[in-house]
């Protein structure tokens, strides 16, 4: 059984740091793993998806890399700026639209 | 505007109500899922639907009852529930299964609290 650990669970910066998010998963046969974005009472926002195929996916400030021999992925937001606050997830596909949520870090920017 | 559209945003009901989440996407997809967010746990997957066929129902109770009528549109109807029920249900639709780069496009939820 697929399980997706997300590690911290809250995070809080001052504006202006680079800062990684880390993300586990226990089964290394996924199709791809993607990083969501969510605010506060509201729905998911897909911001990357790293085929199983890939190592790294980039948009804009964010970077995410995926090791799938260790289990592992990062999401690296460089220059982090206050409307980066937001709970972030991750999650890994195992079969046709079968996504395993991680619980979420909540991240802070502090002006 | 996410594409994905739910109603209503929050929702109050007593266990003995009857009530119905409704999702519409505008975005042509084939297929939607109902997805279930609790407090303090991971998004969990209730019902994904392709083609108005229903291809998952991952081991839900019966008093959520899931309706698809056509592609578009996508209704949770809720009935008995407990008050551990509370949780936000999120709305999601992408454009086919089973495809590895495909994109999940979410609602912004219903808020549900069972009194």
């Known amino acids: 059984k697929q399980e997706v650990t997300q590690i911290p669970a809250a995070l809080s910066v001052p504006e202006g740091e680079n800062l990684v998010l880390n993300c586990s998963f226990t089964?290394?046969?996924?199709?791809?793993l993607q990083w969501f974005r969510q605010d506060p009472g509201k729905g998911l926002t897909s911001l990357l998806l790293?085929?199983?195929?890939?190592r790294e996916q980039t948009s804009g400030r964010l970077n995410a890399s995926l090791d799938k021999s260790s289990g592992r992925s990062t999401l690296y937001i460089a220059a982090s700026q206050p409307g980066d606050s937001a709970t972030y997830l991750c999650?890994?596909?195992?079969?046709?639209?079968?996504?395993?949520f991680g619980q979420g870090t909540r991240l802070t920017i502090n002006p | 505007e996410t594409g994905v559209t739910q109603t209503p945003r929050h929702l109050v009901m007593g266990m003995t109500n009857k009530k119905s989440l409704k999702c519409e996407q505008h975005?042509?997809?084939?297929?939607m899922y109902w997805y279930k967010q609790s407090a303090k746990k991971p998004l969990e997957l209730m019902f994904v639907?392709?083609?108005?066929?229903?291809?998952e129902n991952n081991s839900v109770p019966s008093r959520f009852s899931p309706e698809c009528p056509n592609s578009s549109h996508l209704f949770l109807h809720l009935h008995t529930l407990q008050p551990e029920d509370s949780a936000l249900y999120l709305c999601?639709?992408?454009?086919?299964?089973?495809?590895?780069?495909?994109?999940?496009?979410f609602g912004s939820g219903t808020q549900l609290s069972v009194l």
């Open positions: 089964d290394s046969a996924i199709y791809n």
């Open positions: 999601a639709s992408s454009q086919d299964l089973g495809a590895t780069n495909e994109k999940l496009f």
């Open positions: 790293i085929q199983s195929s890939q």
């Open positions: 639907y392709n083609f108005k066929e229903q291809t």
């Open positions: 999650a890994a596909l195992r079969g046709a639209q079968k996504l395993v």
């Open positions: 975005l042509g997809h084939n297929a």
